[in-house]
Each structure stands twice: as C-alpha cells, then as structure tokens.
C-alpha cells in the first residue's frame, strides 16, 4: 500500500478557529455561501499550521522561515529553508522557495506528501455576531465584534508515503519537476544528517531517499501530532478541543480517497456518519485497499450515529476488518506499528 486515505472531523463549538478578513472593529470567521446557505471552514493551511506546531511540542525542529522581497521593495515572500532531508516539516508539508523577484536565484519546490482538504461544515450553519465593549480604565468605551460559530466540520487528508523522505532529482531535458532538489544538496545533507541515504528512480525520475528509519519516524510523527492537535485563533475567548473528534482511515493502493460520501450532512440534522457507504466503497475497491479500516470516534460524539455505523459495518467489525477505538489510541497505535517497522511496505509504490 502506498497511500493513507483518510477524512477527518473536527466539532467546533462556539468558536472561531481560524478568522478571514476582518473590518476596522470586527474579526470575521471564514465562509462559503452556496445556494444551500452559509458553510463555516477552517483552511487548510490553518490546520498544516497545528500539524506543525504540534510535531514541535513533540520535539521536532522546525525549518526557519525567512522573509524576502520587502528591503529589496520587491514582492514579499515568506520561505522556509527549503531542506526537506534535514527538516521533517519541508518533507512533510512541502515548499515553494522563492527570491525578489528578479533574483538570478532559481526557484525550488516540494509538492506536500501530506494532502489535506478545507475542513468545512458539513451542514448550513449560522454564524453568531458578538458584540463587545472595552470600558475597564477608559472614559470613552471602545466598540468591538466578532463572529464565531458552532458546527461540525470535515475535510479529507492523504499521505503520500512512499513519497516521504524521497527527493526528485532534476533531469537534463527539464521533464517533470526539476527543481525539487539538486542531486550535490540532497547527497550532502543526507549524508550529513543520516548516513545510508540512497540514489533510487522513483515513479520514473531520478531521486534521493533517506534511510527507512528516518522515513517510518516522520510518517509517525505525523499522525502523533494529528493525535495532540491544538491550535487555533482566539483560544483565550473561545478555548477548545482541537482533536479529531471523528477519522477514518484506509491504506489504499492508488492516490484516491474513497470516503467523500462516508461522512456528510443532512440539511436540518446536521452530521451523517454512513457505514453503508463504506461498505459500498470498499466492495468497489476491492483489492485496492488493506484491512483493517480504522475508525478513530471519541466517546460521547454522534452516539446515536456510532450505533448505527457499527450496526451497518457488524459484520467488518467482528471479522476485524474494521477497528474502532478513541481517535488519539488509533493514531497512536498505527504510528507505532509504522515506527516498529510493521508496515514497510507502505513506504514502497505496490507492484501493478
């Protein structure tokens, strides 16, 4: 198996996790209006934010991140070091590094192994305008607002794991991507931070991999931050649990992710959890996919949708095909059994 799919859900109450563009007095949540009314989001770049911050509190150091453009009155960007074989981050979530514009120096990117969707609710909600005064000290009280929401929010996510702690290499006609890496770098800061790094070809380009070890740890590391997550805007008004409340995960041969339609909305009821539809998409990709599916759902949330899920999936379920357990003990558990060396071959394209 060479992918992880999965789809995660985060319940949001009376927060506001993640601010768009406010007014001069007013900080705004993020929205998608459709015909079916107003969708609260979190982007995903928010949350690759917690993922990060999370794989720091867990001991991981971060790529520095330096801004270019303004000295040189230039267009601004902001840059990591761009070094995925020394930082598990630009491995993970991946780059675009980039001088002033203008800069002889070329341009470097890593697409992320790690996908991640825009965790949006799954039904119409509406957001709460709260209205506030600063008058502590003041003769002249200072009007404020700002939004925030209560909803249940989805977003799918995959791991490209093959692709983690594996670096393309440029060719000499320019095919593909050529900038990912210079083959003299990558060798160097492999070597120099992990001895046994490799020459391999990878999905057809010439590539430079680092040792197992290092690539079962971060994939690891990975799921141990999904399992502590935190973060988030105005923690201190609206302070809140950030841990997948619901995940579902399923090791997938090919790059698709077949549960779109497992978790979604009912207009006036909100979340749906469908154990019908897993079935129904794991017979389609019969022999795509590796049991067991695991299913992460935290005591106490949609219990009335776990009883009919495992009443839809009884028969998985007792054949161990599908293992439900608290979402922070199935993340856990899994990158344990990455770590151990359980899984390795996960971390190689499967033969067609």
């Not at 120096?105 to 790690?114: G, K, Q, V, W």
């Not at 991640?116 to 119409?124: D, E, I, M, Q, R």
């Not at 003990?329 to 770590?339: G, N």
Request: net charge negative; hydrophobic share 40%.
């Amino acid at each position: 198996m060479a992918y992880l799919a999965g789809k995660m859900v985060l319940s949001v109450r009376a927060a506001a996790p993640n601010n768009g563009r406010g007014e001069p007095t007013k900080a705004k949540v993020k929205t998608v209006r459709t015909h079916e009314g107003t969708f609260p989001y979190v982007s995903a770049q928010a949350v690759r934010r917690w993922l990060r911050e999370s794989m720091v509190e867990m001991g991981s150091v971060p790529s520095p991140v330096t801004r270019v453009g303004k000295a040189q009155n230039k267009a601004q960007k902001a840059n990591t070091e761009a070094n995925p074989a020394r930082y598990a981050d630009d491995d993970l979530f991946g780059y675009m590094k980039a001088g002033p514009k203008g800069d002889s120096e070329a341009t470097t990117l890593r697409d992320s192994p790690f996908m991640l969707g825009t965790l949006l609710s799954v039904a119409p909600t509406r957001v709460t305008d709260d209205f506030g005064v600063m008058a502590r000290g003041v003769s002249e009280p200072v009007l404020h607002e700002h939004e925030f929401f209560t909803a249940d929010l989805a977003a799918p996510f995959l791991l490209d794991l093959p692709r983690v702690g594996t670096f393309t290499l440029p060719t000499k006609t320019g095919v593909g991507r050529p900038n990912y890496l210079s083959q003299e770098a990558a060798l160097q800061v492999a070597e120099a931070a992990s001895a046994g790094a490799s020459s391999v070809t990878f999905r057809d380009q010439p590539a430079v991999r680092l040792p197992l070890a290092e690539r079962r740890e971060r994939a690891a590391l990975l799921l141990e931050a999904m399992a502590q997550l935190s973060g988030g805007a105005k923690q201190a008004l609206h302070y809140g649990d950030r841990v997948p409340d619901l995940l579902v995960l399923v090791p997938f041969k090919g790059g698709v992710n077949p549960l779109a339609h497992v978790v979604d909305g009912e207009p006036g009821r909100g979340l749906r959890v469908r154990g019908d539809v897993l079935l129904a998409e794991l017979e389609a990709w019969e022999g795509e996919w590796l049991s067991p599916v695991r299913v992460g759902w935290r005591p106490g949330f949609a219990d009335d949708q776990r009883e009919t899920f495992e009443r839809h999936c009884k028969e998985k379920i007792e054949a161990g095909e599908i293992v439900i357990g608290h979402p922070r003990t199935v993340l856990r558990d899994l990158a344990a059994e990455l770590r151990d060396g359980e899984l390795d071959m996960w971390f190689e394209d499967p033969e067609r």
